[in-house]
């Protein structure tokens, strides 16, 4: 009987959190959400896209608790405008760019292919949501290929739609995160070229609690929760630094 209330009390306080999470992290967010739920008891209701879109609907009044950002910026800019908990924010991740292809073979291993000439589209996300899209564009500059590419540029609005254009053969090749293509326990498809982080700026990707979640002990917990041990393990498995 004791055990049985005790199971009672504690479902009694377990609640439900609303997070927007940036489109690289949906794979890895979704893994963590079960260890978080057997952890706690609480659940996760999750909506994934690009940082940018995320920000213009907090802006208008989304009751996202808690945002997973594919920058540090976003959540800097959402405190600064009193949207997000000061103090909150912090880095559970940080990202790795890659060229991938869906073609076995044709990405080699130092990104030879970009000045080839054997594609015609290059998906990247729209640059000005998405921090995996301006950090695309940094390569090609970094390659002196901007000028040379920017006519065979396919824009996604955010990298999941990017990785579905090469995936579905819409492109050749595209700049996506590594957790999409080197899923943990499941064969690569393609080819990729994991992209030198001197190439771009680091893409440093940030946790914040946003207001409507202040007071929510489940959006605490889950901030907590992505500092532990076993969060940052999932998070090491499918690529990302720490």
């Known amino acids: 009987v004791a055990a049985l209330l005790g199971g009672l009390a504690a479902a009694s306080r377990a609640g439900e959190v609303l997070v927007a999470v940036a489109a690289n992290f949906a794979a890895p967010m979704a893994r963590l959400a079960e260890g978080f739920t057997a952890a706690s008891g609480h659940t996760l209701k999750t909506s994934a896209g690009s940082t940018g879109k995320f920000y213009s609907q907090i802006l208008a ?30 880095s559970y991740a940080v990202g790795q760019l890659v060229l991938w292809s869906a073609q076995p073979g044709l990405v080699d291993d130092q990104g030879a292919v970009l000045a080839s000439g054997k594609f015609s589209k290059l998906a ?30 396919v824009t996604a609005e955010s990298i999941a739609q990017a990785y579905q254009f090469v995936a579905t053969g819409n492109a050749e090749l595209g700049f996506v995160a590594l957790s999409q293509v080197a899923v943990p326990g499941k064969p690569v498809v393609g080819s990729f070229w994991r992209v030198p982080n001197k190439l771009h700026g680091e893409i440093r990707q940030d946790a914040v ?13 889950l901030l907590a929760y992505l500092k532990s041990a076993p969060a940052r393990a999932v998070i090491q498995a499918y690529g990302y630094g720490l």
């Not at 996300?125 to 065979?152: M, Q, T």
């Open 209 to 221: 609690l946003l207001q409507p979640g202040a007071s929510s002990a489940a959006a605490a917990a």
């Open 124 to 153: 990247i996300a729209n640059p000005k949501l998405a921090p995996y899209g301006r950090a695309a564009l940094e390569v090609l500059k970094a390659r002196g290929l901007s000028d040379a590419l920017g006519p065979k540029l």
């Open 61 to 90: 009044g989304a009751p996202f608790e808690v945002l997973l950002a594919a920058d540090d910026e976003t959540p800097r800019k959402l405190i600064q405008q009193g949207l997000a908990v000061a103090g909150s924010n912090f």
